[in-house]
């Protein structure tokens, strides 16, 4: 019985090591360690036989399994120490960088003159202590007219030409609708800019587009008056074109009174660059400020005519046609 065993501890010590040195994968190779040291592997199986040997038989063949499962183990370790390295080594060779190899080209990127002009705008307006807000392209009637004191019958419609959706809406003809959302949910003091796509009918030309860039500021706090927005505006202008010579003209805005049209002396002629006013009272009672209580003003400018005169283009299609001849330059 003893001999029989013995024949089978050796003849299974032979076949596994050479079933894992044959072996070529690591998921092969446990596999392997399962069928012959596993709790049901072929050695358990034969050292349940160990109950039918003789109490002095057992020793001996006790012995001799313990050294087929320490061969096998040992064949097992040394296997996947080379099939490991092997795998690392293949990696290696597969992920290996040639540093002598030119890199890939790609071209640097340039910042759009829109939203060159966009960003220093709202540098300027951010350190002088605003916050940026934002809002739809797509509003209401109410946000887009009536809140900003222009009733439906108001003769000031006719200066913006809106598109007008099918389900009632439009596209908003200005950014001053960003403004009573804004002030719908906060209360005074507050001060923001607010930078944005707009939306009116025009005829496309050299210098007009039924698609612009406006950004608008807005402060509203107690004791606000004509002399802090002219400081403001005089700030903001003499950081983006330098220090000359700025000009207010009496305008009108339904939105604003007084308003007032600001010009620049720009290559020796006035230039028209912002609109601007206090804000009109029936506008503050429309959000539930008091007009007694609070004042504000506000002022707005085309992104697109600063692009144009600070880089001297002359035509603003050139800003929407993505030539990179063009933007280039930028």
Same mark, same amino acid.
């Given at each position: 019985?003893?001999?029989?065993?013995?024949?089978?501890?050796?003849?299974?010590?032979?076949?596994?090591?050479?079933?894992?040195?044959?072996?070529?994968?690591?998921?092969?190779?446990?596999?392997?360690?399962?069928?012959?040291?596993?709790?049901?592997?072929?050695?358990?199986?034969?050292?349940?036989?160990?109950?039918?040997?003789?109490?002095?038989?057992?020793?001996?063949?006790?012995?001799?399994?313990?050294?087929?499962?320490?061969?096998?183990?040992?064949?097992? /370790?040394?296997?996947? !120490? %080379?099939?490991?390295?092997?795998?690392? $080594?293949?990696? =290696?060779? +597969?992920?290996?960088?040639?540093? *002598?190899?030119?890199?890939?080209?790609?071209?640097?990127?340039?910042?759009?003159?829109?939203?060159?002009?966009?960003?220093?705008?709202?540098?300027?307006?951010?350190?002088?202590?605003?916050?940026?807000?934002?809002?739809?392209?797509?509003?209401?009637?109410?946000?887009?007219?009536?809140?900003?004191?222009?009733?439906?019958?108001?003769?000031?419609?006719?200066?913006?030409?809106?598109?007008?959706?099918?389900?009632?809406?439009?596209?908003?003809?200005?950014?001053?609708?960003?403004?009573?959302?804004?002030?719908?949910?906060?209360?005074?003091?507050?001060?923001?800019?607010?930078?944005?796509?707009?939306?009116?009918? /025009?005829?496309?030309? !050299? %210098?007009?587009?039924?698609?612009?860039? $406006?950004?608008? =500021?807005? +402060?509203?706090?107690?004791?606000? *008056?004509?002399?802090?927005?002219?400081?403001?505006?005089?700030?903001?202008?003499?950081?983006?074109?330098?220090?000359?010579?700025?000009?207010?003209?009496?305008?009108?805005?339904?939105?604003?009174?007084?308003?007032?049209?600001?010009?620049?002396?720009?290559?020796?002629?006035?230039?028209?660059?912002?609109?601007?006013?206090?804000?009109?009272?029936?506008?503050?009672?429309?959000?539930?400020?008091?007009?007694?209580?609070?004042?504000?003003?506000?002022?707005?400018?085309?992104?697109?005519?600063?692009?144009?005169?600070?880089?001297?283009?002359?035509?603003?299609?050139?800003?929407?046609?993505?030539?990179?001849?063009?933007?280039?330059?930028?």
């Amino acid at each position: 019985m003893t001999s029989n065993l013995e024949d089978q501890l050796l003849a299974l010590r032979q076949e596994g090591e050479a079933a894992i040195a044959a072996v070529e994968t690591l998921e092969a190779l446990e596999e392997l360690r399962v069928n012959y040291l596993g709790k049901k592997g072929q050695l358990g199986a034969l050292l349940r036989n160990m109950g039918k040997l003789s109490a002095e038989e057992r020793p001996k063949f006790g012995a001799i399994a313990n050294t087929v499962k320490e061969a096998l183990q040992n064949s097992l /370790d040394q296997q996947r !120490a %080379t099939l490991e390295s092997a795998k690392i $080594q293949a990696q =290696l060779e +597969a992920e290996t960088l040639d540093v *002598t190899m030119p890199g890939i080209y790609r071209p640097q990127g340039r910042v759009h003159p829109l939203n060159g002009i966009i960003d220093q705008a709202l540098d300027i307006f951010v350190g002088l202590g605003y916050t940026v807000a934002q809002g739809s392209e797509m509003e209401t009637d109410y946000y887009n007219f009536e809140a900003l004191n222009t009733p439906p019958d108001h003769p000031a419609r006719d200066m913006q030409d809106t598109f007008y959706l099918p389900d009632g809406n439009l596209l908003r003809t200005h950014t001053s609708s960003v403004q009573i959302r804004y002030m719908e949910k906060e209360e005074p003091p507050i001060r923001i800019v607010a930078p944005g796509r707009v939306y009116r009918r /025009d005829d496309v030309d !050299a %210098t007009h587009s039924a698609v612009f860039h $406006q950004i608008e =500021l807005l +402060a509203v706090d107690e004791g606000l *008056t004509f002399t802090d927005l002219k400081g403001t505006v005089k700030v903001f202008l003499q950081a983006m074109f330098g220090d000359l010579p700025i000009r207010f003209r009496a305008s009108y805005f339904p939105f604003t009174e007084p308003s007032a049209e600001v010009d620049l002396q720009w290559n020796g002629r006035w230039l028209e660059v912002m609109g601007c006013g206090m804000v009109d009272p029936n506008v503050l009672k429309s959000v539930g400020y008091d007009p007694e209580i609070y004042t504000g003003f506000a002022a707005g400018f085309g992104v697109e005519r600063f692009a144009m005169v600070l880089h001297q283009i002359d035509d603003i299609r050139r800003l929407y046609n993505s030539d990179l001849r063009f933007l280039r330059q930028f």
